[in-house]
């Protein structure tokens, strides 16, 4: 049995902690990398849907727009349906 007081058994012992540091320190900046990867393709999709948000919101104010304009003229219409069937001038 080999006691711990050799110098074989310390640079066994310094090496397996020295890789096990380095998978660490591997491991963990691969982590960082791929964290802030997905971090910035994810800044660049909310860029994205919002500017089809507000393309949308241009979109239903023209929509909204046109239906306004529809409702006047078919205010118009009944306004001037009604003086002809009551026969009120104005």
Do not use: K, Y
Request: charged letters at 30%.
């Amino acid at each position: 049995m080999t006691a711990l007081t050799e110098l074989q058994t310390w640079t066994v012992i310094g090496g397996f902690l020295t890789a096990i540091f380095a998978m660490l320190g591997l491991v963990t900046s691969s982590f960082n990398r791929t964290v802030r990867s997905e971090v910035g393709s994810l800044r660049s999709e909310i860029g994205r849907v919002e500017g089809r948000i507000d393309a949308l919101g241009v979109e239903m104010r023209t929509e909204f727009r046109r239906i306004d304009d529809r409702f006047d003229h078919l205010d118009r219409d009944v306004q001037a349906l009604t003086r002809h069937v009551f026969g009120r001038p104005e």
